[in-house]
């Protein structure tokens, strides 16, 4: 059997709240192969975010690890997560956290740009990913000329860009419209990349039912259930 892409053990995140301390994640495992595309659903506040958060190495787990192609996250420096997160892992946000001053060409290149490539290359792939997701007539246009529908596109052009390993999605159709989701779905569908996975969390059963496994988070397990 392959090496899965992405490995959490035991993984577990404690909150303090004054005297108290609130356990979001209690031993979750979970094991996510290379291309494999899997959503995470459950109740708000049930600690979707927080795990998402985990495996993208924005936050540190207090029992457990995570492990991305067998290297455990925990044994790297701050610069080596910044490589990887730049490099191996793609985010999209339910808000597409585009730079506001920067048009949509300059928001998808600057990965890039910030991991060393070249003006001109990194321009070149950014419009070449933009076109790929229908927004190759906007590159110009900066976030407050773009629909929500198409600031999320960019957003997905931008996460792609890289050709990270692993896409990790927060309620990615969670502030569209019902026909500007439907155009999510269907890119997140055309745009997996073979050997690319994917996390999804999401209240949607569209974009559920098109993940090869849903799994839900509760009580602060997770558990398959499709």
Known sequence: MSEPMLHCEALCRVYADGDRRVTVLQDVELSLAAGEKIAVVGASGSGKSTLLNLLGALDHPTRGRVLMRGCDLATLDERALCELRNRRLGFVYQFHH???????LENVGMPLLIGGEPRTRAWQRA???LQRVGMGHRLDHRPAQLSGGERQRVAIARALVASPDCVLMDEPTGNLDPQSAAQVLALIDALGQ????F?????????????????????GGLREIR
Do not use: K, N, Y
Not at 98 to 104: S, V
Not at 194 to 197: D, K, L
């Open 98 to 104: 585009l730079l506001p001053e920067f048009d949509a």
């Open 127 to 129: 419009r070449e990913m």
């Open 194 to 197: 073979e050997q690319a996975s």
């Open 199 to 219: 996390v999804v969390v999401t209240h949607d059963p569209a974009i559920a039912a098109h993940m090869h496994r849903t799994l839900e988070l509760r009580d």
